[in-house]
C-alpha cells in the first residue's frame, strides 16, 4: 500500500562490501570526467565497465529490469534526440556518457543502504557546518523526518481523499492539496513539541552553536506564543 | 441494509490482517471488539470501499466495493479513528456544509441543517471555530456531526468516544442509540455495547466470538485480558 | 535568558528552530508524494510530467523563500541518496548528470525565488483576488522561469542538444507547469488563510 | 519533585483557557479530568515547557519553564494525546533510541536499554517495524516507551489509554503504577485513578475540586455528566 522507501538490495558482492564513501567518491570523479571528455576510444571502456560493475551486484533479473526501465528510456531517447538533431558522433558520445553514469549510479544505489550514503552525506556537510550555514544535527533531524511523515504524507493524501470521497467530492486538487497542507502545518505544532520534548537537540550538535542553553528553541509563550500566534489571526 | 462478506483476506505486505472472513451484517446495531491490531479498523474500511479485499469480495446491499465505490461511499457513512484525517474544511461550519453541498442538497437548505445537526449535538458555539483549534474532544463530535448531517443509510464508527468525556460521550451514545440508520460500531468502550444486536470479537484476523452483547462481552473480557 | 530575549531576538530569528525543521521535512514529505500519488507520464527523452513541481511551488508560497528552498534541498539531498523519491519512483545518484538533473536542482532557487516573490508582491495588495493573482504570478516566475533557467541548459549539457533545441524540448511542459502554477497559487492562497504562519 | 504554578493564566487569541490558577503539585500520582476543552492539555503542555504562561509562573524544583526549559524537559517526560505526531523516526527502535541519544546516553549503553524497554512492555517484536503501519494502540505503546526509555522523573501523560484495548490498558495502568517516578495523567478513562493520591478536576480553566479519587471522581460524575 505504502510505496517501498529505498533501493537497496541486501548481498554480499564486492560493491555490496565496498566502503560507502569510496564508492561514491569515484562516482562523484566519474560524473565530471565524463564530461570532460568526448572520445569514444576512452568512453566506450568506461561504459563497459559501469555494466560489468553493475552485473556484479547479482541482482535477480526481474528486478534489474524494472530498474532499468527508467534509464532505459534515457538511453535510447537522447542519442537518437542527438542523432537527428546534431551528428552521429554526438550521439555516441552522449549515449555513452549517460550509460556510464546511469549504470554506475544504479550499481551503487543498489548495493549501498541509505543510511550509508546518508552518513557520508552528513560527513561531507560537516566541513561547512563550521561556516554556520549547516547544522548537521538539523540535516539528520529533517532527513529521518522525511522518512517518518513521508509514508504519513501519503497516508493523510488518501485519507483526506477518502474522506471527501465519503462525502461526495472528488478530484479537486485545490481542495485535496489545501486541507493536506494545513494538516502537515498543524502537526508540525505537535511534532516540534514532541521532539523538543525528547531534549532535541543532541549535546554534541549543542556545542557546535554557541553556548549551550541557547540552542534550545525558544518555547512558545502565550498570548503571543511562538508556535501559536500563527493562529490567532485566523480569529 | 445488507453487507456481506465472503471469503474476505486483507494482506498488508506478507501479513494476513483478516483472514478468510464470511460474514452477514444486517442487524441495526452490530458493535466491533478486539485487541490492538486485530484488524478491527481495517473489517470497518472494507465495509465501503476504503480498503479492498486482496481475496473474496465484499458486498453492500449487493453492490461490489470493488466495483461500485461512489455509490456506496454516499450510502455509508464513516466516521475515523482520528477526526483530524476526517475534517476538510477550515471552519466547522464550512466543514459540516462541505458534504451536504456535494450531495446536491439545495442551497437554501442547507444553514438549517447544518445548524439542526451542531445543536442536536449541543456544539452549536462551534460552528464558528477553526476546526483545527478545537480540542480532542470537540473534533471528535464535529466529525462525527458532519458525517450525520448527510443521513447515511449506514454509519460506521470507529472508536468514536475514545477522545470524550462523560458527557460527551453520553452524547455520542445517546446519538448512536437515535439513530434511524444502521450502525456498526468499533470500540475498547464496552459500556457503549449495551443493548446493541450483536458483537463480534476479532482477535487476529478472524471471528472468534459472534453473538450478543451479554454474551460476547464478557467472553471477550475473560479471554482477552 | 528570558531578559536577555529582547537584544538577543534577531540572532535567534535566523536560527533554525523544531520547528522549522520539522516544516521543511513535511513539505519535503508533501512533495514527493505528489510524485507517487498521480499517474505519471514518461514523455519526450525520458522526462516526466510530474505533479512536484506544484510541490515545490507550494513549499516556497507557504513556507517562504528559506524553508521552501531547504525542504527542495531535502528532496535532492534524497534523491542522491538513491531513495525512490521522484516522480514514476525513480531515485539514486543517476538521475544528476541526467537530462533533468537541472531542473531538479533549479527546484531550490525556484522555491526561493517563489517565496520571494510572495513576500513582496502577495502581502501588500488589499483585495484577495489581487491577493490570489500575485502568489499565481509568483509561482509563474519562480516555478517556471527560474527552474527552467537550470533545466534547460543542463539537459543542453547533459544530452548534447544545442540549447535552442534544448528550450524547445522545454515547451513539452509549460502548459502543464502553467497549470500547476495556477493551482499551486489558489491553494497556497487558500492555506495562508487557513492556517497562516510566519513565512521566512 | 515538585511543580509550582503561580497565578498562571494562558489565552488563546482572547479567550482565557486557563484562568489564574494557583497550584502546588507533589503527589506521586495525580489525575486530571474534566470536560472536553476544559484546559486539561494546556495544563499538562505547561508542566514542560511546551506552553508557556501568559501570566504568573510555573516553577519545577524551582526552575523556571520560561527560563530552563531544557533543563525541565530533561526531567519532565511527555506523552501526547495523538501518538501520530509524537512517533518521530521511522523505525520504532530509532524512535526509542532517539531521546536517548539527544541526552547523551553512550552509545553502547542505548541498544539495550530500548530492547529492555519495549520487553517491558511486551512490544519487542515491533522493535523493527515502521512507525506508520502500526495499529492504534500500538502506536501508543510506542510513544509511552520511547518516553519511559528516558528515565525521566517525572512523567506527564494525555490520555495515555484512549485506543487501547483491555490487555493493554492493563499493561500502562500497571506500568504507571509500577513507575518509580512521579506521574501526572490527564484522562477520562475513570476507572485509571483508582489509588492515586490526588485528583483535580477541572472546568473552564478554573480548579474546581481537589482531593483524593474517592471523593473527587463521584463529585466529577455527578456535577458533569
Ligand atoms: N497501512 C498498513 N500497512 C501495513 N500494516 C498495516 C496497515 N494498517 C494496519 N496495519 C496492520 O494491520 C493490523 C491490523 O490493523 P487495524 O488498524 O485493523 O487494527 P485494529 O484492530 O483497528 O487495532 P486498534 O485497536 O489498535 O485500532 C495491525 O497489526 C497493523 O499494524
Ligand atoms: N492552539 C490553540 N489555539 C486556539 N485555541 C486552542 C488551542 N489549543 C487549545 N485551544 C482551545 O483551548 C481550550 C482548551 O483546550 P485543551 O486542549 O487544553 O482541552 P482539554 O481539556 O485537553 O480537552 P479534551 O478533553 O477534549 O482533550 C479548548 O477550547 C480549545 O479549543
Ligand atoms: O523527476 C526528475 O527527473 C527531476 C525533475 C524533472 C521534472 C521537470 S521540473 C520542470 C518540468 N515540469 C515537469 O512537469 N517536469 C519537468
Ligand atoms: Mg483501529
Ligand atoms: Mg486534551
Redo the contacts with the bound molecule.
Keep these: ?2 510505496p517501498r522507501l529505498s533501493l537497496y538490495l541486501p548481498g554480499d558482492t564486492p560493491l555490496h562490501r565496498a566502503r560507502a564513501d569510496w564508492k561514491l567518491s569515484v562516482l562523484l570523479l566519474a560524473g565530471i570526467g565524463v564530461f570532460l571528455v568526448r572520445s569514444p576510444a576512452v568512453l566506450g571502456p568506461c561504459a563497459g565497465l559501469a555494466a560489468v560493475a553493475l552485473l556484479s551486484v547479482r541482482t535477480p533479473p526481474r528486478q534489474l529490469a524494472r530498474h532499468l526501465t527508467g534509464p532505459f528510456v534515457v538511453l535510447a531517447l537522447v542519442p537518437a534526440a542527438a542523432a537527428v538533431f546534431q551528428s552521429a558522433a554526438t550521439a555516441v558520445t552522449v549515449g555513452l556518457r549517460l550509460c556510464t553514469l546511469l549504470l554506475a549510479a544504479l550499481a551503487v544505489t543498489l548495493t549501498t543502504r541509505t543510511s550509508d550514503i546518508l552518513d557520508v552525506l552528513e560527513r561531507a556537510l560537516r566541513p561547512l557546518e563550521r561556516t554556520r550555514l549547516v547544522n548537521a544535527a538539523a540535516v539528520g533531524l529533517a532527513v529521518s523526518l522525511a522518512l517518518r511523515f513521508i509514508p504519513e504524507a501519503f497516508h493523510r493524501f488518501h485519507d483526506i481523499r477518502e474522506a471527501q470521497a465519503a462525502r461526495g467530492l472528488s478530484g479537486s486538487p485545490v481542495a485535496l492539496l489545501v486541507p493536506l497542507a494545513v494538516r502537515m502545518l498543524k502537526s508540525a505544532e505537535d511534532i516540534a513539541a514532541a521532539v523538543d520534548a525528547r531534549c532535541y537537540p543532541p549535546p554534541a550538535a549543542r556545542h557546535t552553536e554557541r553556548g549551550g542553553a541557547a540552542a534550545a528553541p525558544p518555547p512558545a509563550r502565550s498570548p503571543a506564543p511562538a508556535g501559536r500566534k500563527d493562529e490567532e489571526a485566523t480569529g | 441494509m445488507r453487507v456481506t462478506l465472503d471469503a474476505v483476506t486483507v494482506r ?2 506478507s501479513r494476513a ?1 483478516l483472514q478468510d472472513l464470511t460474514l452477514e451484517l444486517s442487524e441495526p446495531r452490530i458493535g466491533l471488539i ?1 485487541a ?7 473489517l470497518a474500511r472494507l465495509l465501503n470501499g476504503l480498503v479492498l479485499p486482496g481475496e473474496g469480495t465484499v458486498r453492500v446491499d449487493g453492490l461490489d466495493t470493488a466495483e461500485d465505490a461512489r455509490a456506496i461511499r454516499k450510502r455509508v457513512g464513516f466516521v475515523f ?1 482520528n477526526p483530524d484525517n476526517q475534517i476538510v474544511l477550515p471552519i466547522v461550519r464550512e466543514d459540516l456544509a462541505f458534504g451536504l453541498k456535494n450531495t446536491g442538497v439545495p442551497r437554501r437548505e442547507i444553514p438549517e441543517r447544518v445548524e439542526r445537526q451542531l445543536a442536536h449535538f449541543g456544539i452549536a458555539h462551534l460552528a464558528d471555530r477553526p476546526s483545527h483549534a478545537l480540542s480532542g474532544g470537540e473534533k471528535q463530535l464535529v466529525a462525527l456531526a458532519a458525517v450525520l448531517v448527510m443521513r447515511p443509510e449506514l454509519v460506521v464508527l470507529d472508536e468514536p468516544t475514545t477522545l470524550l468525556d462523560l458527557r460527551n460521550r453520553n452524547v455520542i451514545r445517546a446519538a448512536v442509540a437515535a439513530l434511524p440508520q444502521q450502525a456498526v460500531v ?1 470500540t ?1 468502550d464496552l459500556d457503549l455495547l449495551t443493548g446493541y444486536d450483536r458483537v463480534l470479537v ?1 482477535d487476529e484476523g478472524r471471528v472468534v466470538h459472534d453473538g450478543k452483547p451479554r454474551i460476547a462481552v464478557p467472553w471477550y473480557v475473560e479471554h482477552c485480558s | 535568558m528570558t531578559s536577555s530575549h529582547t537584544p538577543r531576538r534577531r540572532a535567534a530569528r535566523r536560527r533554525m528552530e523544531t520547528k522549522d525543521v520539522v516544516l521543511i521535512a513535511l513539505f519535503c514529505a508533501i512533495i514527493v508524494v505528489l510524485g507517487l500519488v498521480p499517474p505519471v507520464d514518461l514523455g519526450v527523452a525520458g522526462v516526466p510530467i510530474t505533479l512536484q513541481t506544484l510541490g515545490v511551488m507550494l513549499a516556497g508560497a507557504v513556507l517562504g523563500p528559506v524553508r521552501g528552498a531547504l525542504a527542495c534541498a531535502l528532496v535532492v539531498l534524497l534523491t542522491i541518496a538513491g531513495l525512490p523519491v521522484l516522480a514514476g519512483g525513480r531515485g539514486g545518484f543517476g538521475v544528476v548528470p541526467g537530462p533533468t538533473g537541472g531542473y531538479l536542482l533549479g527546484w531550490i532557487p525556484g522555491a526561493f525565488v517563489t517565496g520571494l516573490l510572495v513576500t513582496v508582491l502577495a502581502t501588500r495588495p488589499r483585495s484577495r483576488p489581487a491577493r490570489q493573482a500575485a502568489t499565481v504570478v509568483a509561482c509563474l516566475v519562480g516555478g517556471i522561469l527560474v527552474v527552467y533557467a537550470l533545466g534547460v541548459p543542463w539537459t543542453s549539457v547533459s544530452t548534447g542538444l544545442s540549447l535552442r533545441q534544448s528550450t524547445v524540448t522545454a515547451l513539452y511542459f509549460l502548459p502543464g507547469d502553467a497549470f500547476k502554477a495556477v493551482v499551486a497559487g489558489l491553494v497556497a492562497q487558500n492555506v495562508r488563510q487557513a492556517y497562516p504562519i510566519e513565512r521566512r
Design positions: 500500500m505504502t | 498488508f505486505g490482517v478486539g490492538n491490531g486485530s484488524g478491527k479498523s481495517t479513528q468499533v475498547h476479532l
